[in-house]
Structure formats: C-alpha cells, structure tokens
C-alpha cells in the first residue's frame, strides 16, 4: 500500500510521458550498469577478458543516446524522430544482448568463444625469459571462464538480461502514441 502510494507519480509521468521516462530509464540502467562492470573490474579485481569489454560498447552507445531521447521527448521534437531514435536504441541494447548470450554460451561450453581470449604466444628463449613474460606480460582473462557468478548466472549471462529489459522499454516505448503535455 505504502509503496503503491509512493509509486504512483511516477506511473503517472510514465504513463503521459512514456518516451521522456524511457529514454531517462534506459540512461541510468545503462549507466548503473557499466558502473557495475567497473566495481567488479577496479573494486573486486576482476579482470574482465576480451569479450566481457566488447559487452560495455552497446552501453557507452546507448548512454548518451537514451539521453538524446529524453532531451527530445521533453523539448517536444517531432514524434518520428523520437520514435526511430527508441528504435535505434532498442536495436543497440538487442546487439548487447547478443553478445551477452554469445558470452555465456562459450562460458557454458555450448559454442567456442572467441579466439582473442588466448594469451599471445611469443617463444622465450630462456627460463628467465619465460619468468619475465608471466610476471610483465598482459593479463588476459579467459572468455570461457565464468569469473563470477550469481544465483547461477555470470556477469554475461546478467548482462544479457539487463540488455534485453532495456531492449523491451525501448520497444515499448516506441510503440506508444504521441505523449501528452
């Protein structure tokens, strides 16, 4: 009851102003997101392989585009461009859960990830030399190694889930009429 109370303006703005509250949700999503991504990556020492930051593109697309839309929505711009706009963005958040199902497969073994995930090869000549590659070389984290899991799902299996819910209010979004003043 409390929080239906306290809910209820935002459903309310939401539901005049669908595009203006899409645009603002999938911003702070996105941004919560890839701020998620840097805490496991900086905070926790996670370092995050090839793929794992190939995932972090759609986000840094989507951001400042999700933005646009709600700048849009709220100075009133012309309902087709908001409409492509939410649509573009639905389609970038869809890449993003692309690559987040793609990632989990090869974590589950169900295809092979890809092939940038190997540590380069370079031939030591000696025994100090194969010390000095270990100890200064590039750490690369495995793709098909799940660095950390939560109720049984990886950070990419996540990922693919937050794209996909931002996916959807994007595509909702697009598909509601023009919003009211």
């Given at each position: 009851?409390?929080?239906?109370?306290?809910?209820?303006?935002?459903?309310?703005?939401?539901?005049?102003?669908?595009?203006?509250?899409?645009?603002?949700?999938?911003?702070v999503?996105?941004?919560g997101?890839?701020?998620g991504?840097?805490?496991?990556?900086?905070?926790l020492?996670?370092?995050?392989?090839?793929?794992?930051?190939?995932?972090?593109?759609?986000?840094?697309?989507?951001?400042?585009?999700?933005?646009?839309?709600?700048?849009?929505?709220?100075?009133?711009?012309p309902?087709?461009?908001?409409?492509?706009?939410?649509l573009?963005?639905?389609?970038?958040?869809?890449?993003?859960?692309?690559?987040?199902v793609?990632?989990?497969?090869?974590?589950w073994?169900?295809?092979?990830?890809?092939?940038t995930?190997?540590q380069?090869?370079?031939?030591?000549?000696?025994?100090?030399?194969?010390?000095?590659?270990?100890?200064?070389?590039?750490?690369?984290?495995?793709?098909?190694?799940?660095?950390?899991?939560?109720?049984?799902?990886?950070?990419?299996?996540?990922?693919?889930l937050?794209?996909?819910?931002?996916?959807?209010?994007?595509?909702?979004?697009a598909?509601?009429?023009?919003?009211?003043?």
């Amino acid at each position: 009851m409390i929080l239906r109370a306290a809910t209820a303006p935002l459903a309310e703005a939401a539901g005049s102003k669908p595009w203006l509250s899409a645009g603002l949700f999938i911003a702070v999503a996105a941004a919560g997101t890839i701020l998620g991504a840097y805490f496991f990556q900086y905070v926790l020492g996670l370092a995050p392989c090839p793929l794992c930051l190939e995932q972090r593109t759609p986000y840094y697309v989507a951001i400042p585009l999700a933005l646009a839309v709600a700048a849009a929505a709220a100075f009133k711009a012309p309902a087709l461009l908001v409409r492509l706009a939410l649509l573009v963005l639905a389609g970038i958040m869809i890449w993003g859960a692309y690559l987040g199902v793609y990632h989990a497969g090869a974590e589950w073994g169900f295809w092979a990830g890809p092939t940038t995930c190997a540590q380069p090869v370079t031939i030591a000549r000696t025994p100090g030399d194969l010390l000095r590659q270990i100890q200064t070389g590039p750490r690369i984290a495995d793709c098909t190694v799940a660095a950390w899991r939560f109720l049984g799902v990886s950070l990419a299996g996540w990922n693919a889930l937050i794209a996909a819910v931002l996916a959807l209010v994007a595509l909702a979004a697009a598909s509601r009429r023009e919003e009211r003043a």
